[in-house]
């Protein structure tokens, strides 16, 4: 039996039993990916990267993506010429029950308390 042949386009994920909680707090740790993330979760789709309008350089934009994908927290796949980003909810709530939705619900208050969502 072979494997199927991996394109240069295919993008390094962490099986699920590699996602650790310190790799997905930490990504989730910083103002622009959980922006990021609170966004996908609004849409409960996959958006495009073009999609996020974030005031950081386009280099940063896409080190805020990859620390994404290396932590699980995202699935990053290309469709066409458009590399599209999905949240990884279902094997976040197996690993960690309810820790995406708490962290997406306190991140919503706190845009409201502090005047910023």
């Known amino acids: 039996?072979?494997?199927?042949a991996v394109s240069s386009r295919d993008l390094p994920?962490?099986?699920?039993?590699e996602?650790?909680?310190?790799?997905?707090?930490?990504a989730l740790s910083d103002p622009m990916?959980?922006?990021?993330v609170r966004?996908?979760?609004a849409a409960g789709a996959e958006l495009s990267?073009?999609?996020?309008d974030l005031p950081v350089t386009k280099s940063t934009t896409t080190h805020h993506f990859r620390v994404l994908r290396e932590s699980g927290v995202i699935r990053q796949v290309y469709q066409g010429t458009a590399k599209m980003n999905g949240l990884r909810g279902d094997d976040l709530d197996d690993l960690?029950?309810?820790?995406?939705?708490?962290?997406?619900?306190?991140?919503a208050r706190q845009a409201v308390r502090v005047g910023s969502g």
Do not use: K, N
């Open 96 to 107: 960690f029950p309810g820790l995406l939705d708490a962290l997406l619900d306190a991140a």
């Open 49 to 52: 990267c073009s999609h996020f």
């Open 13 to 17: 994920h962490p099986g699920r039993d």
């Open 1 to 4: 039996m072979t494997s199927p």
């Open 33 to 36: 990916r959980l922006r990021i």
């Open 19 to 26: 996602i650790r909680l310190e790799g997905v707090l930490h």
């Open 39 to 41: 966004e996908l979760a």
